[in-house]
């Protein structure tokens, strides 16, 4: 495992913080995949996977990946450079 990402989310009447993990190519294999978003940096995408990911995306999410071949990331990099892709995985229910 790689780095880890931190940010504060305010939920309901309090504020939590959100942990996730780098993972490897490897480690992916263990992992569920939620879904990658493309933005301007790592909390951009957390942001759009809770705006469009699955209804439960902060509760399962635990993993990220970087994805530079990811669908639509050269395009927005045309206007937003610089710009990543993120995939975001979970632990695999058992």
């Excluded at 509760?59 to 071949?69: A, G, P």
């Amino acid at each position: 495992m790689g780095n880890k990402f931190e940010m504060s989310i305010i939920r309901g009447n309090g504020i939590e913080k959100l942990v996730l993990q780098e993972i490897s190519e490897k480690e992916k294999s263990d992992k569920k995949f939620i879904g990658c978003a493309v933005g301007l940096d790592i909390g951009h995408c957390v942001y759009l996977g809770v705006r469009r990911g699955p209804e439960n995306f902060l509760d399962d999410v635990k993993y990220y990946s970087f994805n530079e071949k990811a669908d639509g990331l050269n395009d927005f990099r045309v206007t937003q450079p610089g710009s990543i892709a993120v995939e975001f995985y979970m632990d695999k229910p058992s």
